[in-house]
């Protein structure tokens, strides 16, 4: 769920040109913020998801390049907070601050069954795989796709929404771990800013005060 902070910018630009302690501060309290998350969202990834034992182990059908294997320390690893502006979007936007689940691995365990209980749409093995459809799924079985889900979420437990809205992201992760903070996480970086903006400002008009 992306938060606007309108003149977000101007504020950093000003901070690092007249108090570039104000701005190391800042992103401290927020990486602090950040962190808590992420050390939440670490906790949750099991060794093991019972049940689907074989994810673990390279084979016919877990562990190839096109379904990547399980592997808990990977998943953990690859839960991180960035700090790092991304490009403008196209919608004019610049995200500053993200939650990251970067594994594959990981991504799936976050949002397995968001598209639907079932899974992808079975087509059974029979099917020419030669331009096969990623969102298909050519498993023997045509409940692999339940099966895969409900021990995710046995396991894991269910994915969580960030807010009310249903066009919101679920995950059962990272996402779950933010969504257990209960707005906490934001209002923190938002503290954060207003705090270093505050104190800019004084001591600008401090330095005017001087001056004049």
């Known amino acids: 769920m992306p938060v606007v902070l309108k003149g977000y910018l101007d504020t950093v630009r000003a901070l690092r040109r007249v108090n570039p302690d104000l701005y190391k501060e800042m992103n401290r309290e927020i990486r602090s913020a950040l962190q808590e998350v992420v050390t939440d969202g670490k906790s949750r990834v099991p060794a093991t998801i019972p049940g689907l034992s074989q994810w673990s182990e390279p ?35 610049k995200v500053m601050y993200s939650l990251l689940n970067r594994s594959h691995a990981g991504a799936i365990a976050e949002t397995a069954g968001n598209m639907g209980a079932g899974g992808q749409l079975w087509v059974g093995s029979g099917v020419d795989k030669t331009f096969q459809n990623r969102k298909q799924s050519h498993s023997n079985n045509p409940n692999a796709g339940r099966h895969f889900i409900d021990s995710i979420n046995r396991e894991i437990g269910p994915t969580k929404r ?31 800013i207003r705090k270093a903006e505050t104190r800019a400002n004084a001591v600008t008009s401090r330095n005017v005060g001087i001056a004049a």
């Not at 096109?66 to 936007?93: E, L």
């Not at 992201?169 to 209002?187: P, S, V």
Request: net charge positive.
């Open 59 to 93: 084979n016919k059908y877990f562990g190839t390049q096109n379904f990547p294997k399980w592997n808990s320390g990977v998943v953990r690893r690859g839960i991180q907070y960035s700090t790092k502006a991304s490009s403008i979007n196209r919608a004019g936007y």
């Open 162 to 192: 960030i807010g009310a809205e249903k066009k919101n992201r679920r995950g059962r992760i990272l996402i779950a771990a933010y969504e257990a903070q209960q707005g906490r996480t934001i209002d923190k970086v938002m503290a954060a």
